[in-house]
């Protein structure tokens, strides 16, 4: 579970995938794109690749994890892959059981279960997910709905209990078996002292809720007992960040998420915009003010800024791991601020395998 640190990267580094579609683009391409990025880490020492639900977002491609994962899993032989997370209270317990128990199956040893429990979209979204009067119940319940994902994964629920007889396939009832380890995500202190009463890996959304880390982080590490699963806290913290090879070139892509973030927060999704089209956007002074508010906790730059601006959050936060995330209008930009942070830690550069 513990992630191994390669090159002069202060902690493991691992990548957060949105599947982002850029105008002008489409999910195929951006889809293709994320095969290639999970190629391109783990030939140079990334240690993880996850995928985040979002739903009803049309720069998002992400919606389906378990579905991307399958496909990640096909072209890819060593790196972790997992979801950044599965929004728990959208979805039956058994059902995310039977989905990563099938993952687990694909590729052994390789799966990470990460757990949320917003809903990843707006709330007319996520009652057409949940159906009728599941809104609010489902996101108080996620304690409950927790305990009974571990139960099917584990395929232990006591007798007499209702569930006794169901079995979450492929799974232990077939014989002995790994299974995907759990984690928990979180932007706020709740999700924090779950995992740590728990004694399971955190994992923090620093990268669109810089404000709450530390305490968060604090909570966890105060609220931590030791599990069969950990002997000590193990925190992850999603991270914006964009290399390039010039700070301007940087800016220009990173400009580009933070328009469409805007637009979103304003009730307009759309698809990434382009460099060109962010650039040339009329901001009011409210608008301005949000952009540079979010710009400020991409890390973003050439890659020596970049690096430092890493080595300086590890620092400040004692995380443990960070999962980067690229947003930016095109593939290519993505690819390459991946790229360009491997070198900059003089992380490992083999060769993609072969399929």
């Known amino acids: 579970?513990?992630?191994?640190?390669?090159?002069?990267?202060?902690?493991?580094?691992?990548?957060?995938?949105?599947?982002?579609?850029?105008?002008?683009?489409?999910?195929?391409?951006?889809?293709?794109?994320?095969?290639?990025?999970?190629?391109?880490?783990?030939?140079?020492?990334?240690?993880?690749?996850?995928?985040?639900?979002?739903?009803?977002?049309?720069?998002?491609?992400?919606?389906?994890?378990?579905?991307?994962?399958?496909?990640?899993?096909?072209?890819?032989?060593?790196?972790?892959?997992?979801?950044?997370?599965?929004?728990?209270?959208?979805?039956?317990?058994?059902?995310?059981?039977?989905?990563?128990?099938?993952?687990?199956?694909?590729?052994?040893?390789?799966?990470?279960?990460?757990?949320?429990?917003?809903?990843?979209?707006?709330?007319?979204?996520?009652?057409?997910?949940?159906?009728?009067?599941?809104?609010?119940?489902?996101?108080?319940?996620?304690?409950?709905?927790?305990?009974?994902?571990?139960?099917?994964?584990?395929?232990?629920?006591?007798?007499?209990?209702?569930?006794?007889?169901?079995?979450?396939?492929?799974?232990?009832?077939?014989?002995?078996?790994?299974?995907?380890?759990?984690?928990?995500?979180?932007?706020?202190?709740?999700?924090?002292?779950?995992?740590?009463?728990?004694?399971?890996?955190?994992?923090?959304?620093?990268?669109?809720s810089a404000a709450g880390t530390l305490p968060a982080l604090e909570l966890y590490r105060q609220t931590f007992r030791p599990s069969a699963v950990l002997d000590a806290p193990y925190a992850l913290i999603g991270v914006s960040t964009l290399a390039a090879e010039t700070t301007a070139d940087a800016r220009a892509q990173v400009l580009t998420g933070a328009l469409s973030m805007l637009r979103l927060r304003t009730g307009r999704p759309g698809l990434i915009p382009t460099p060109e089209e962010a650039a040339a956007y009329g901001y009011s002074p409210l608008e301005r003010e949000f952009v540079d508010n979010w710009m400020s906790n991409v890390v973003h730059g050439t890659p020596d800024e970049v690096r430092a601006g890493l080595d300086a959050l590890v620092a400040r936060t004692g995380a443990d791991e960070l999962m980067l995330t690229a947003n930016a209008h095109g593939g290519a930009a993505r690819l390459r601020s991946y790229e360009l942070v491997a070198d900059a830690y003089g992380m490992p550069a083999g060769e993609p395998a072969a399929d």
């Open 1 to 208: 579970m513990r992630g191994t640190r390669h090159g002069r990267a202060p902690v493991p580094l691992s990548v957060l995938d949105l599947v982002t579609v850029g105008s002008g683009s489409t999910a195929h391409q951006s889809l293709r794109t994320s095969v290639a990025l999970s190629r391109l880490a783990e030939s140079r020492g990334y240690q993880r690749h996850w995928v985040a639900e979002h739903h009803s977002m049309p720069g998002v491609a992400s919606s389906s994890p378990a579905v991307i994962l399958a496909h990640l899993a096909a072209h890819t032989s060593r790196i972790r892959l997992g979801s950044g997370g599965v929004m728990l209270p959208n979805h039956a317990p058994l059902a995310v059981a039977e989905q990563f128990g099938t993952l687990e199956a694909l590729a052994p040893g390789r799966i990470d279960l990460g757990l949320g429990r917003a809903p990843g979209t707006d709330g007319r979204t996520a009652a057409a997910l949940r159906g009728p009067g599941r809104l609010d119940e489902a996101a108080d319940e996620f304690p409950r709905l927790l305990a009974e994902l571990t139960r099917f994964l584990d395929d232990d629920f006591p007798a007499g209990h209702p569930y006794a007889r169901v079995h979450a396939v492929p799974g232990p009832v077939q014989g002995p078996t790994g299974r995907p380890p759990l984690w928990l995500l979180g932007s706020s202190g709740f999700s924090a002292r779950l995992a740590g009463e728990l004694g399971l890996p955190f994992a923090y959304a620093h990268h669109f």
